[in-house]
């Protein structure tokens, strides 16, 4: 199991945020299912649910993970490369050819 470095100047929660990604990319947490609880990151990790709520909302603003009320929080589906937005034709907010 990776560990925490404490020593890093990477803050904790971005660690255990990688770590979670990782096991998101391996497969190892497949789309739609559900990451583990706070509690069993907590102890799982070592470190103050906080922490772990902070790690939690970070892969949540990247994409990684959603969250259901009462539910609990899942794996998203990312996109593929095919279906990620391609840039816009248009420069400084006009199409191609506009004067």
Do not use: C
Not at 33 to 40: C, F, L, M, Q, W
Not at 63 to 83: I, L, N, S
């Amino acid at each position: 199991m990776p560990e925490i470095d404490h020593e890093s100047p990477t803050p904790v929660y971005q660690q255990i945020a990688a770590l979670i990604r990782d096991e998101i990319e391996s497969g190892a947490l497949p789309v739609n299912r559900k990451i583990p609880s706070e509690s069993a990151l907590t102890q799982r990790f070592g470190v103050a649910r906080e922490t772990v709520r902070n790690a939690v909302k970070h892969l949540r603003e990247g994409g990684w993970v959603f969250t259901v009320p009462q539910r609990g929080t899942y794996v998203a589906e990312r996109p593929t490369e095919d279906e990620k937005p391609r840039p816009s034709a248009t420069r400084g907010g006009q199409a191609d050819g506009a004067v």
